[in-house]
């Protein structure tokens, strides 16, 4: 985990003052290090998350793409289906009706 931003500033802040002791100067600078190899380190994993996650979505627009495709090629004949099943009092005209009469 990185250094909070805040450490970091305090950090800064204190590699500028001109009195600060040798051995503490070298342990501002170690703490440095170690954080910018760890921000490294996360940086690395989360973009490796990144590109199989874009790559997962490009997969699955894909698929739906094909899915919805299919629909469309099969989604006629149910429509005719649909009309097929209504009740007579859906379908019945006024002139059936007349001829009935």
């Known amino acids: 985990m990185p250094m909070p931003r805040e450490d ?3 950090r800064l802040a204190e590699l500028l003052n001109p009195e600060i002791d040798h051995t503490r100067r ?3 600078l170690q703490e440095f ?3 910018y190899n760890s921000v490294h380190t996360d940086f690395a994993g989360l973009t ?3 590109n199989k996650y874009k790559k997962n979505n490009d997969d699955l ?3 739906n793409s094909m899915l919805f495709r299919q629909a469309g090629i099969l989604g006629d004949t149910t429509k005719d289906e649909v ?3 209504k009740e007579f009092s859906e379908t019945v ?3 059936q009706l007349e001829k009935r009469g």
């Open 93 to 95: 005209t006024l002139e």
């Open 48 to 50: 490796e998350s990144n």
């Open 33 to 35: 290090r170690v954080d």
């Open 61 to 63: 627009l894909q698929s």
């Open 8 to 10: 970091h500033e305090a």
């Open 26 to 28: 070298t342990e501002i």
């Open 83 to 85: 009309i097929v099943q």
